[in-house]
T-cell receptor, first 118, second 117 residues
Framework: AQKVTQAQTEISVVEKEDVTLDCVYETRDTTYYLFWYKQPPSGELVFLIRRNSFDEQNEISGRYSWNFQKSTSSFNFTITASQVVDSAVYFCALSERDRGSTLGRLYFGRGTQLTVWP | DAGVIQSPRHEVTEMGQEVTLRCKPISGHDYLFWYRQTMMRGLELLIYFNNNVPIDDSGMPEDRFSAKMPNASFSTLKIQPSEPRDSAVYFC???????????????FGQGTRLTVV
């Protein structure tokens, strides 16, 4: 079973539109972390944000905001006033304990390709 | 810091040949991960190391794949013999386990795009 589901495979918007990328996760752990990564056309994976399971406060960073809701197991990502440079594949990921290790193992969703047209 | 460094950036090889991908993690990081990205399967964890010791290699597709980490600053992923279905982007990532936290973000290299013809 997929631990992280990103139902939107592709999204296209016009510059300055707001866009929300959905992420639904599945875990039985009470302690876990959620991440968003960005993969621009150049190919590297860039870390955007991390949230832990005990902190449901929404977070805003410039044009980016994240909505974490444990009740629906969702961690959605909104870009306000999108720009062409936001065009990329965005990955949501879940980290939970792995076999007693102190380190979480990252499970990635399949990604959402966002295209912002000028 | 230069970040995670992978080489080569691109590799084209013929089926049956041995391929070696290289990774230099961020200095001081104690975890190293190898991921593979394909259109069909997305990002998959192949193997990860803690303090140079392989912890979980359950993601390694088959015996043709092997990974080593001889020291804290170098790791290799080897495919022998390579097959066309191994064509993918292979990412190396590293992270620092800060006193038991599971929330440490992984820092990724730029990836190696492997094409097996």
């Amino acid at each position: 079973a997929q631990k992280v589901t990103q139902a939107q495979t592709e999204i296209s918007v016009v510059e300055k539109e707001d866009v929300t990328l959905d992420c639904v996760y599945e875990t039985r752990d009470t302690t876990y972390y959620l991440f968003w990564y960005k993969q621009p056309p150049s190919g590297e994976l860039v870390f955007l944000i991390r949230r832990n399971s005990f902190d449901e406060q929404n977070e805003i960073s410039g044009r980016y905001s994240w909505n974490f809701q444990k009740s629906t197991s969702s961690f959605n990502f909104t870009i306000t006033a999108s720009q062409v440079v936001d065009s990329a594949v965005y990955f949501c990921a879940l980290s939970e304990r792995d076999r007693g290790s102190t380190l979480g193992r990252l499970y990635f969703g399949r990604g959402t390709q966002l295209t912002v047209w000028p | 810091d230069a970040g995670v460094i992978q080489s080569p950036r691109h590799e084209v090889t013929e089926m049956g040949q041995e391929v070696t991908l290289r990774c230099k993690p961020i200095s001081g990081h104690d975890y190293l991960f190898w991921y593979r990205q394909t259109m069909m399967r997305g990002l998959e964890l192949l193997i990860y190391f803690n303090n140079n010791v392989p912890i979980d290699d359950s993601g390694m597709p088959e015996d043709r794949f092997s990974a080593k980490m001889p020291n804290a600053s170098f790791s290799t992923l080897k495919i022998q013999p390579s097959e066309p279905r191994d064509s993918a982007v292979y990412f190396c990532a590293s992270s620092l386990d800060q006193g038991g936290m599971i929330g440490t973000e992984a820092f990724f290299g730029q990836g190696t795009r492997l094409t097996v013809v």
